[in-house]
């Protein structure tokens, strides 16, 4: 079956009630057949059947081994940088999130892990920082802010000979569009407060695995620290997929209707989207996305820091806010907002001005986005 | 108060241009997501948040005073309203381009809400008879209790209804498009008759949603919705909503004070939520709708297809006139099978669950005469127009590749 059908029905199945939607399960015990016997369910930080019905979901559209719930991306992300240990080195791409770049340097530094951060566009980067001691490989599936694509089948080919594992955030390329697992990373990553929730009201996080065992030991490590998706928020961000496919199809359309006319506008430098044949890895894009593109544009305008400011204030249905994929468009200002937790040298070394802006592409109509647009920017 | 979106934005301009044209009216997608909402809401939330209080309190007794002498728009008690169903009705109002919306906790509740407002003892009501079974036998069963007096004509025929009205009558109700046979009723003629006898108008436009139609802009005095299924459109909550003006809906609202038929902040929530895909799910649902039905109409094993969007329909050409899209239910006849062999046509589907109900985002199927009509004696059945070899499908959003494959392997089956 299709992608969209199977985000409908797959972890939907029927329970005894009948229900189209199964029964939000809040229990956090179970009661057990016997004393040292286990049902399927015994304890709900090990396992919650709602939590289990989007993790199934999930994994059926990474085309993963097996996928997990967590209580924010960033409760993801360190269950898999848990995998590393001392004296362990991580290769990040240089616009990585700003969590990610503040848990590398501030958290995992503490337990001695290394990192070394690379234009991840350019596999050839990674290949040059390869250590004897280089565990894994983290990238995003489009950096962040400044809207890169790195090559992820010729990264793996490099990964996978090493023994390194190839982590793939994935929280701007939802499933509908990349599946990175098929194209050679080990894990998957998302955020999933983002376009797979996609209605700004839950904080969630994914981590799908390519083979049983990797996912077994990443279950391991989230059983034991405990940074599980609450029954509740496991039922938002179910019901948020069953529309993924058609909110990111609408979203990446509009995404690049407003890509299109920004690029033309006299007062904005340049614009960042992979739609957008002036993209340096368009072709690439093009090649591993089809024709959806994601959601996210970022924009360079001709004015200094103040006039970024006053534009990211005056728009009346953007909303000025960070977080994005959701069916409200947002802007933002990177420098002072999204990646305010990078130092500023690593702020200038990636590239990320403070003109930059970056759109999240909601819901909305594109003519009502582009007139918000138009009368924020001014002429 | 809140600073709700009023979006009066223009239509995309090139860059180059000034910008001076009229402003337009939002999209439906814009007034989807924003419309209804405060633009900055509580600690700064991008989302509503849920509001279950049962009771408001004052901060002194002067604040009771203002509140009573209505100088003050504020809640007081849950049974009267609270912040998510008025987010929510406002969100309603404006996809019907309508002055107020009331909310209820089902559809069946807010039609009762509705009639036991504005019918008194020796009023009488017609109805098409293709209206929702439950709410002609709420009329018949129960407010004759109450000295109401129902009647019902055959549904289109617009001679038969004027016949039926009377200087005891006060209004007249339709569906559009009716359900299981997809008649679109003409909205034109259905105002312009209530206009010319001085009764109200009421519409059940559930089937058709405030995307495909809006019965307010013929001049329909109400329009009801079963928020169950469209609007709420994941087949998770139910609700039910009347929209029209503020002066004909302030006394329903009260009696809704009385009877207590409100819905609960949760499933208002997951209502507003659910609205915010509203415009997208609709285009899908038309789409699939559309599709599904031309497939079934081009196969051997169907004996007829009811579905607005074909030419063979009855009811297209004012369907075409009045509808943006014919949305996501279809019916059809099965060739040759008595009523076991269609329902192991049913059984042989892999992705639509079977059930009552349509409008969510999963697809439904079912027999309306074994779902709806079995205990029905087989002339009685024959009078509505159910027949034994009648299905009808609600096709959610899936893949429409996916529901004419799966309905393909079922009717070659069995
Ligand atoms: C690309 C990316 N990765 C990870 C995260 C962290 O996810 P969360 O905020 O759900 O912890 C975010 C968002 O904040 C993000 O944008
Ligand atoms: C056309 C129509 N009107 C009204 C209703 C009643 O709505 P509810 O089930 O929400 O009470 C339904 C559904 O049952 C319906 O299909």
Redesign the pocket.
Same mark, same amino acid.
């Given at each position: 079956m299709k992608f969209r059908t199977r985000a409908i029905h797959v972890g939907s199945e029927p329970d005894e009630t009948g229900a189209v939607i199964p029964p939000i399960y809040l229990a956090t015990t179970f009661i057990q057949p016997g004393a040292g016997e286990w049902g399927t369910f015994d304890y709900s930080r090990s396992g919650s059947p709602t939590r289990a019905r989007v993790e199934k979901v999930l994994a059926d559209l990474e085309g993963a081994a097996g996928a997990l719930a967590f209580s924010s991306g960033m409760a993801a992300t360190h269950c898999a940088m848990m995998l590393l240990e001392a004296g362990s080195h991580v290769i990040a791409s240089n616009d990585i999130y700003g969590g990610t770049y503040r848990l590398l340097h501030k958290i995992c530094s503490r337990n001695q892990i290394e990192v070394s951060l690379v234009p991840a566009h350019d596999a050839e980067s990674i290949a040059d920082a390869i250590r004897p001691n280089t565990k894994m490989v983290w990238i995003e599936s489009i950096g962040n802010p400044l809207i890169t694509i790195p090559d992820i089948p010729a990264i793996a080919s490099i990964t996978r000979p090493a023994g390194i594992l190839l982590g793939v955030d994935s929280t701007f390329v939802p499933p509908a569009i990349l599946r990175p697992i098929e194209l050679g990373a080990d894990i998957v990553m998302h955020s999933a407060t983002k376009l797979l929730g996609g209605h700004s009201d839950c904080l969630a996080g994914v981590l799908a695995a390519r083979d049983r065992q990797l996912h077994d030991r990443l279950y391991y490590t989230q059983n034991a620290t405990g940074a599980v998706l609450g029954g509740l928020e496991s039922f938002l961000l179910h019901r948020g997929i069953k529309t993924l496919s058609l909110r990111v199809r609408e979203q990446s359309s509009t995404a690049l209707r407003i890509a299109q006319w920004l690029e033309q506008h006299p007062r904005v430098r340049r614009v960042l989207y992979p739609g957008l044949a002036s993209h340096p890895q368009h072709a690439r894009a093009r090649n591993y996305m089809g024709d959806q593109f994601g959601t996210i544009i970022s924009f360079e305008l001709t004015g200094d820091i103040a006039e970024t400011k006053r534009v990211c204030s005056a728009t009346k249905l953007f909303g000025l806010a960070v977080s994005l994929g959701a069916v409200e468009s947002l802007i933002e200002q990177p420098a002072t907002m999204s990646h305010a937790s990078y130092d500023s040298a690593a702020r200038a070394a990636a590239g990320i001005s403070d003109s930059l802006i970056r759109l999240s592409v909601g819901l909305e109509d594109a003519d009502d986005l582009i007139a918000d647009l138009d009368q924020a920017i001014g002429s | 108060m809140h600073d709700s979106i009023t979006v009066d934005s223009k239509p995309a301009p090139t860059p180059n241009q000034s910008s001076s044209q009229q402003p337009h009216r939002a999209g439906p997608s814009t007034v989807s997501v924003h419309a209804g909402e405060a633009r900055q809401k509580p600690n700064d939330a991008i989302t509503d948040s849920i509001c279950c209080s049962s009771t408001y309190t004052f901060d002194s007794t002067q604040s009771i005073l203002d509140y009573i002498h209505e100088k003050q728009d504020r809640e007081e008690y849950g049974r009267y309203g609270n912040p998510n169903e008025k987010v929510v009705e406002r969100k309603l109002a404006a996809l019907d381009g309508a002055e107020d919306a009331i909310l209820y906790s *089902? $559809?069946? +509740? +807010?039609?009762v809400g509705l009639l036991m407002t504005k019918l008194n003892a020796g009023d009488e009501i017609v109805f098409f008879d293709e209206c929702?079974h439950? *709410?002609r036998e709420f009329c018949f069963k129960h407010l004759s209790r109450f000295g109401v007096v129902t009647h019902q004509v055959k549904t289109g025929d617009f001679d038969a209804m004027n016949a039926a009205i009377n200087d005891r009558t006060k209004m007249i109700v339709s569906?559009s498009p009716t359900?299981p046979h997809l008649t679109v009723v003409d909205l034109e003629q259905f105002v312009a008759l209530g206009k010319e006898r001085g009764v109200e108008t009421l519409i059940?436009a559930? /089937?058709a949603s405030p995307f495909n139609i809006q019965p307010l802009e013929y001049g329909v005095d109400y329009v009801?919705h *079963?928020?169950?299924?469209y609007l709420g459109g994941h087949n998770d909550l /139910?609700? $039910?909503v009347i929209s029209g003006s503020k002066e004909k809906l302030e006394p329903v609202r009260k009696l809704r004070g009385i009877l207590g038929c409100i819905n609960a902040p949760h499933n208002m929530y997951l209502l507003e939520r659910g609205l915010k895909t509203f415009a997208l799910r609709m285009q899908r649902h038309n789409e699939n709708g559309q599709r599904v039905a031309e497939f079934l109409a081009s196969h051997p094993r169907v004996e007829h297809v009811y579905y607005p969007g074909l030419p063979s329909h009855p009811t297209h050409a004012i369907a075409k006139r009045t509808m943006k899209g014919f949305g996501g239910l279809i019916t059809f006849l099965v060739r040759d099978a008595d009523w076991r062999q269609t329902g192991s046509i049913i059984d042989a589907c892999r992705i639509p669950r079977i059930g009552? *109900?349509?409008g969510g985002v999963e697809s439904l199927i079912e027999q309306p005469m074994v779902m709806s009509y079995f205990d029905y004696a087989p002339e009685q059945r024959a009078k509505f127009g159910i027949a034994d070899n009648m299905i009808r499908m609600s096709c959610g959003i899936e893949d429409a590749d996916d529901l004419i494959a799966d309905l393909e392997q079922a009717l070659s089956q069995s």
């Open positions: - | *089902s $559809g069946m +509740a +807010a039609i929702y439950r *709410s569906e359900n059940d559930t /089937l009801w *079963s928020a169950t299924k /139910l609700a $039910g009552p *109900s349509l």
